[in-house]
């Protein structure tokens, strides 16, 4: 029995990086495995994986390395370390490395794992020097819809918030887009390709378009970027006998943002976030002219999320001006303030007496 270090592992080595992750395969069947290592167990829902101390192991895909290699998402990833050392590659994997190319490892690569488009696409997100081969797009786009949508949904929504923490994670999304594979897992923005994101006085493309540009504004946020993708989906719905203007689609985008992270199996945070950005998004852009009283409650409904410094993120990048700058100053004034010993414990009035404080605190300010 051979034991091979495959993958990613084995890349980032060529690559001069550090392993995050070390994968082995090996030759033989799982039974044989687990005989030969009795402190291996099998884990998750699947009788092809094992834990073996600490590291995952599988037996080789077709029984050999050669055809192990072939089976593998992309080029770049098909490659293995034997246990004397030696190296074994897709034939097209170091000039794909040299060239910094994502190419599938096969013609069939995507349609034997559907799944793989959405790492495809992550890979994008987190390497945005890197070329995209047209063959990926190819067999992205022979994936019909009806086969995205049996995927697991903790896959793609997996794949979605790596993306959203890489230095690109808009890209992920316009990979998807251009592969024509945003249905059905983001449908949403499908339709909000072709729609104007507003009068062209302040937008000039789709509300797709918009949302990916902001996006990029507030790269090295996950949480802010899932806001920015969320925050005009409401859009969508707008009649079309009022475009390109949106009026209300705040409120039309809570409901969309929830179904989207809900789709998804995204953590509770991002599902507060992508609500919180459609439904507040626009009053966080009119900060500075909002009355005390509005901004104290903006103020306290954003922190009551524990999502300040992402969704003032997201309004600075959505307003093209630092109103954060403001808004977090007054929200530090807010924290200062106590209730006095004699208003306390006295529910509905004790949150209005404080409300009453905060309010006059941020009339104060200038």
């Not at 029984?63 to 992309?74: P, S, T």
């Not at 063959?135 to 086969?147: G, I, V, W, Y």
């Not at 998807?176 to 000039?204: K, V, Y």
């Not at 103020?299 to 300040?308: G, M, N, S």
Request: aromatic fraction near 6%; charge should be positive.
């Amino acid at each position: 029995m051979e034991l091979y270090l495959v993958g990613g592992a084995v890349r980032d080595m060529l690559l001069g990086r550090t392993p995050v992750e070390l994968d082995f395969a090996f030759t033989g069947s799982m039974k044989n495995f687990l005989a030969r290592h009795p402190d291996a167990r099998l884990v998750g829902k699947s009788v092809h994986v094992c834990l073996w101390r600490g590291r995952e192991c599988m037996p080789l895909r077709g029984g050999d390395i050669e055809e192990d290699l072939a089976a593998r998402d992309l080029t770049i990833n098909a490659l293995a370390l034997d246990n004397v050392g030696r190296l074994h590659m897709h034939p097209q994997a170091l000039e794909d490395l040299r060239q910094q190319i994502l190419r599938p490892a096969s013609p069939a690569a995507f349609a034997a794992d559907p799944t793989r488009i959405f790492r495809l696409a992550r890979f994008a997100a987190a390497w945005p020097g890197w070329r995209i081969d047209r063959s990926a797009f190819e067999q992205m786009r022979a994936l019909s819809a009806q086969t995205l949508a049996a995927l697991p949904a903790e896959r793609v929504g997996r794949e979605t918030l790596k993306a959203l923490a890489a230095p690109a994670p808009a890209r992920f999304f316009r990979v998807l887009a251009q592969g024509h594979a945003l249905t059905p897992w983001f449908t949403e923005l499908a339709t909000a390709a072709g729609i104007p994101a507003g009068p062209r006085r302040w937008h000039s493309n789709s509300v797709l378009g918009h949302s990916l540009r902001i996006m990029d504004l507030v790269t090295g946020d996950p949480v802010a970027a899932w806001m920015a993708l969320c925050h005009d989906l409401g859009k969508i719905r707008t009649d079309p006998a009022l475009l390109p203007h949106h009026y209300g689609h705040e409120q039309r985008g809570v409901a969309l943002a929830a179904g989207l992270a809900r789709r998804l199996r995204m953590p509770a945070r991002f599902a507060r976030a992508g609500t919180l950005a459609a439904a507040e998004h626009m009053k966080g852009g009119m900060y500075a002219d909002l009355r005390p009283g509005t901004r104290r409650d903006l103020l306290w409904r954003v922190h009551a999320t524990d999502l300040d410094s992402s969704f003032w993120r997201l309004v600075d990048a959505d307003r093209g001006s630092p109103v954060s700058t403001v808004a977090l100053a007054h929200l530090a004034v807010l924290l200062t303030v106590k209730l006095p010993e004699d208003w306390r414990d006295k529910g509905k009035l004790s949150a209005k007496k404080l409300r009453d404080l905060h309010c006059q605190a941020l009339a104060e300010q200038r």
